[in-house]
């Protein structure tokens, strides 16, 4: 059984900065690609970034890309993900996930239970 286990989340200001962690466990974490999703408060979860298994390729959603960092540490099995310049909209709870490459959440087979981040203006 995978169990994924998100930690880091919080209330920043605005143009502030946090790291996101996921620590996995179950199954070898190298060999799978590994996403983050978020869910604002009355929004569909949605895409923000995901990893393959090497590390060697990422993709982020429009919204992030040049302000989040993606990337993992495949010896502790863990999952980071770095957000600068946070904007009032970064507000959500954020998931890992495990599972192929892509965009959907149909991709991913395994979640965590989330963490709140809060970007305050």
């Known amino acids: 059984q995978v169990q994924l286990v998100e930690s880091g989340g919080g209330t920043v200001q605005a143009g502030g900065s946090l790291r996101l962690s996921c620590a996995a466990s179950?199954?070898?974490?190298?060999?799978?690609?590994m996403g983050w999703f978020r869910q604002a408060s009355g929004k569909e979860r949605e895409f923000v970034a995901t990893?393959?298994?090497?590390?060697?390729?990422?993709d982020y959603a429009d919204s992030v890309k040049g302000r989040f960092t993606i990337s993992r540490d495949n010896a502790k099995s863990i999952l980071y993900l770095q957000m600068n310049s946070l904007e009032p909209e970064d507000t959500a709870v954020y998931y890992c996930?495990?599972?192929?490459?892509?965009?959907?959440?149909?991709?991913?087979?395994?979640w965590g239970e989330g963490t709140l981040v809060t970007v305050s203006s």
């Open positions: 996930a495990q599972g192929r490459w892509g965009r959907s959440s149909a991709a991913f087979f395994y």
């Open positions: 990893i393959s298994p090497s590390g060697g390729t990422t």
């Open positions: 179950g199954r070898t974490f190298s060999g799978y690609t």
